[in-house]
């Protein structure tokens, strides 16, 4: 999988050594709370009181709650691309096994860090700027499908079909919504242990349609 740029730590100051503690207590502040509430309902009191710092100190590492989920949402998003490192790269090897290896290491990351995921997928609607970086992570990874389905088609593994791009588009796309519906509790939801099969056999149908996808 590509990786996808990501800016650095999102309105922050340069942070000291010794302050990289409690850089790290807001976040993990932040990411505990939203497993409790919405994001709405965080306010900066609670991340500051939450990380054992005054409300004047959490300004030196971020300027707004904002700035604190756009940080956690980057870490989620290098930490899954870092998760896929290069199945992509050797899913001529056994393309069932790669599919489902990155299909199941995205769901382990997303899966970890469901908090963050539904609080900006809750937010993005009225938040350009989640809005904005999703979209652009999101442009990463379908170009980086549809790059595999293209490398399939030309060694004869996966029939022409649609078009590489359109395919990769809603494979993604259906990924981010039955995986929220999982997370959430969104019925109608498919129950968490199948969630991986069920994507896998839907991406394989897409991609290899009546063939059987086969080593190189």
């Not at 790669?98 to 963050?116: S, Y």
Request: aromatic residues 8%.
């Amino acid at each position: 999988m590509t990786p996808i740029a990501t800016s650095s730590p999102r309105g922050r100051r340069t942070a000291r050594s010794s302050g990289d503690d409690r850089e790290s207590a807001i976040l993990a502040t932040a990411e505990r709370l939203l497993g409790e509430r919405t994001f709405a309902d965080i306010s900066i009191d609670d991340l500051a009181r939450g990380a054992g710092i005054s409300r004047p100190t959490f300004y030196f590492y971020f300027p707004s709650k904002n700035a604190v989920l756009l940080t956690l949402l980057d870490r989620v998003i290098e930490e899954a691309n870092a998760a896929a490192g290069d199945v992509l790269d050797r899913l001529a090897e056994n393309p069932r096994a790669r599919w489902r290896e990155l299909i199941h290491r995205f769901h382990e990351t997303f899966g970890g860090h469901r908090a963050v995921v539904l609080a900006c997928a809750q937010v993005r609607g009225t938040n350009g700027e989640v809005r904005r970086l999703w979209a652009t992570v999101m442009e990463g990874w379908v170009q980086a499908i549809e790059a595999a389905i293209d490398a399939e088609r030309s060694r004869g593994a996966a029939p022409d079909g649609l078009p590489a791009r359109d395919l990769a588009i809603a494979l993604n796309s259906m990924n981010e919504r039955v995986w929220y519906a999982t997370f959430a509790g969104d019925g109608p939801a498919v129950a968490e242990p199948d969630v991986v099969a069920v994507l896998l056999d839907v991406w394989l149908a897409a991609i290899y349609r009546n063939a059987t996808p086969a080593p190189s």
